[in-house]
């Protein structure tokens, strides 16, 4: 009698569960996904006005002059020149004095499709939000802009964290709940 009792519950409570779990783990794609894509949207413009400059201007556009930030240190945005074969023409950021190499793969795609969006991770525990742009007019080139995805991955961490416990709490609200009503409707009978 005692086993059909905790079926019966768990046979009721089951499909909340489900539901709640598929709820949650929405809820958190959604946010993070949100979170991530925007986090492309300054390297997006850098990219795209820096690619139009050189494009349209007979000498290449002058980064040299701004300072260079460390990318493993630094929340700031940065810029790569690339000539057409993939080398370095200029560049804002760099990793402890060296402009990090991005794989050649991003080039070809670049070049095809005129842009590539990713998650680059020139070193460990260095992730970048990067937009590169392919670009041709007098010269020939991408233009890659970027920048830490730290303070990202931070809100997704919490995210992660809050999506969890209120999962946790929902499946025991609804656990609690099938118990008592399950327990109301046995004194009715």
Not at 38 to 62: F, G, Y
Not at 77 to 93: C, L, N, Q
Not at 147 to 169: A, F, I, N, T, Y
Not at 174 to 183: E, K, P, Q, W
């Amino acid at each position: 009698m005692v086993y059909s009792k905790e079926m019966n519950v768990l046979r009721r409570w089951l499909p909340l569960a489900i539901l709640t779990t598929c709820l949650s783990g929405l809820m958190y794609v959604a946010v993070q996904q949100t979170l991530r894509l925007s986090a492309n949207d300054p390297q997006i413009q850098l990219a795209e006005d820096t690619a139009l400059k050189l494009t349209t201007q007979d000498d290449t556009v002058q980064i040299t002059s701004l300072p260079k930030i460390d990318i493993a240190k630094s929340l700031s945005p940065f810029v790569i020149i690339y000539d057409a074969s993939g080398k370095v023409v200029s560049a804002t950021g760099d990793i402890e004095g060296e402009t990090p190499e991005v794989p050649m793969g991003v080039f070809a795609y670049t070049k095809e499709h005129r842009e590539d969006r990713f998650t680059w991770q020139p070193r460990q525990g260095v992730r970048i939000a990067a937009v590169m742009r392919h670009y041709s007019g007098r010269t020939t080139g991408y233009v890659l802009a970027g920048r830490s995805l730290r303070e990202v991955e931070k809100r997704e961490d919490r995210l992660m964290r809050q999506v969890g416990l209120m999962w946790v709490v929902t499946l025991a609200a609804t656990l609690i709940g099938v118990l008592v009503t399950s327990t109301s409707e046995k004194r009715k009978k």
